[in-house]
């Protein structure tokens, strides 16, 4: 046994097929053991490291180096036989991370099976051997949770790492946010063509420019709720008396008393501001916009939070109703969201770097948001710890349920960026009925963790019990419903656009290594016109089964993500299973503008 764990051990040394998971992962080690790696296993909690570090203090003179001599490579046995590697310093792997400098992975959270799945897997066989004959090597490929687990000196010697540092531009809510807003440099895209308005509570300018925005909706909302309930009952129009010189027509509506006269007309003043704005009839005013100064908006959001949550009564005229459907018409050429946005105003307000659905609220009412706001706005505030982003209030839904996308793709390098996209995603579903008139996160979360709290729920029969659907089942969906070619002429290449310009924006701050990889997962929600909206993208995504469909689409995507790092580099016309090139950014060519005909003129020294 010995003697073969030595014949492998020395053959992976010379192939260079050392590698080491920390994680969850036992689909990648199984994959890579296959292929002829040996693992090099790593500590797998600060409690063992610490006791780990008194004993190689104890056993300094007994260590065994490495060839070249390096302390890196240096490992001690624990006790059970394992091959833990020392560190060649007392820096402990597991590093604490600090707060908010570092992107919140997706998968981040799971290390806590890495324990009990490092333990239940060869526990006592020929791999562990191996393992230990390999202490002393630096591992050749790395796949792990988060890069501060992994001693700080021993990483830049790796040479395929799955994880790129410093992701907060892109995986982090607020990071994407502010990202995003620098796309007008990148490509000639409007952001609001795939991406939910958002906001960062802790930035006063973009706090007023939230406020100023959620007036603005409601305004917006007014108008479309006039319209709205106009179209729900038959027109009423009154007899004119004998008295009257002119006849009058009123629509009214609702159950309750009347508003004042003036609401639905400040509405139809304030839009027409707005739209005059979106026209840059504004361009050499210096004044204060007049959508902010205009009307008594505290007077006007409790008008319209009576219309459109407490069913007040709205009197419109003929007049103001043909005023609302042009304007509205107009307004809709201008802002693309226009006809996500619904006319309730719902808002949805997440914390900036946690994962999984934690902590995210939804809330139609601007004083509630600005009450948060005050925790993220004090002058020692770096961090911005809330965003606030524009909830979609016309989705598609199947058999009345919410449900959204989970599509990854992965990025070999960003210099040149070079992203490749996954063929297959799986759809996840909300465990209650859509309705805008309950906010609870079982109508409105689709994340796993979130909906598994509410198993005993059943929306619809024909939602999955584990509600997880395939791509594949979705498209069949959109086949029955006529529209079989929404996926490949809208979805896909909507998410592909998204992904693209979202890596573009990013990809100055994004710390780039050469050799690394990672794979990303980006959630979209899809409107009622299909369009899909990008709500986020996680670095290290969950790769823990949750249904029949996880678990063979996330043992797929490994298994090709392997094939794409790994294998491609041998043989560049193997198989990448279900990735696709999206995109291989042009090699910039060093064109000289000035001095083309550079010439060497004088005469050669001279010997003394």
Not at 98 to 127: L, V
Not at 492 to 505: D, E, F, Q, T
Request: glycine share 6%; proline share 7%.
């Amino acid at each position: 046994r010995l003697r073969k764990a030595k014949l492998r051990v020395e053959k992976a040394i010379r192939e260079k097929k050392i590698f080491a998971v920390q994680g969850p992962y036992p689909v990648i080690r199984r994959l890579l053991r296959a292929r002829g790696w040996v693992e090099r296993k790593l500590p797998r909690n600060g409690r063992q490291q610490k006791q780990q570090l008194g004993d190689q203090k104890k056993q300094q003179p007994e260590k065994r180096t490495s060839g070249g001599g390096d302390e890196q490579g240096q490992a001690a046995l624990n006790p059970r036989g394992r091959a833990q590697p020392s560190l060649g310093t007392t820096e402990p792997l597991h590093r604490p991370r600090p707060r908010h400098k570092e992107n919140k992975g997706e998968g981040e959270d799971e290390d806590k099976k890495a324990d009990k799945e490092q333990c239940n897997e060869d526990s006592d066989d020929i791999h562990d051997l191996m393992s230990f004959l390999v202490q002393d090597q630096v591992p050749n490929f790395l796949w792990t949770i988060r890069l501060s687990n992994i001693d700080q000196e021993l990483l830049p010697r790796i040479e395929v790492v799955n994880r790129y540092p410093r992701l907060y531009a892109l995986c982090t809510k607020e990071g994407l946010c502010q990202s995003l807003q620098n796309l007008p440099w990148f490509e000639q895209v409007d952001l609001n063509t795939f991406f939910p308005r958002c906001y960062r509570l802790g930035i006063m300018e973009e706090q007023e420019a939230f406020i100023e925005d959620f007036r603005l909706t409601a305004a917006r909302s007014l108008l479309k709720l006039a319209l709205q309930k106009v179209g729900d009952r038959p027109v009423r129009t009154e007899q004119p008396t004998k008295s009257a010189k002119l006849p009058s027509e009123r629509m009214e509506l609702g159950p309750r008393s009347p508003l004042y006269p003036q609401l639905v007309e400040e509405a139809l003043e304030v839009c027409k501001q707005h739209l005059g704005v979106l026209q840059h009839q504004d361009i050499d005013r210096n004044t204060p916009s007049p959508c902010r100064t205009c009307i008594d908006w505290d007077r006007f959001l409790q008008e319209y939070y009576r219309v459109a949550h407490e069913g007040a009564r709205l009197v419109l005229s003929r007049e103001q109703r043909e005023q609302c459907q042009d304007l509205l018409q107009r307004l809709e050429e201008q802002l693309p969201q226009l006809g996500m946005e619904g006319n309730l105003n719902v808002w949805i307000l997440k914390p900036s770097a946690k994962s999984r659905g934690r902590g995210i609220v939804c809330t139609t009412r601007l004083e509630e948001v600005l009450e948060l706001a005050q925790s993220c706005t004090g002058p020692s505030a770096r961090v911005c710890e809330w965003v606030v982003q524009k909830y979609v209030e016309r989705p598609l839904t199947i058999f009345d349920t919410k449900f959204d996308i989970r599509q990854w793709f992965v990025v070999t390098d960003w210099k040149p960026l070079t992203v490749w996209f996954y063929r297959d995603c799986y759809l996840r579903f909300c465990s209650r009925p859509f309705s805008l008139c309950h906010l609870e996160p079982a109508r409105h979360l689709c994340n796993v963790s979130v909906q598994k709290r509410y198993k005993t729920s059943q929306p619809d029969p024909r939602v999955p019990p584990d509600k997880i659907w395939s791509n594949k089942q979705f498209q069949a969906h959109l086949a029955r419903l006529g529209r079989a070619d929404a996926w490949h002429r809208v979805v896909v290449p909507g998410m592909k656009a998204a992904i693209l310009n979202a890596l573009r924006c990013a990809r100055d701050q994004v710390g780039s290594r050469k050799g690394s990889f990672e794979l990303f997962g980006a959630d979209f929600l899809i409107g009622e016109d299909f369009q899909p909206w990008l709500l986020e993208i996680n670095s290290c995504p969950t790769m823990s089964p949750s249904s029949v469909v996880t678990r063979r689409l996330c043992a797929n995507v490994q298994r090709d993500t392997l094939r794409l790092v790994l294998d491609r580099k041998d043989n560049p016309t193997c198989s990448i299973g279900a990735f696709e090139l999206l995109y291989r950014e042009p090699a910039v060519s060093s064109c000289l503008t000035v001095g083309l005909k550079l010439v060497v003129t004088g005469c050669s020294l001279k010997k003394p």
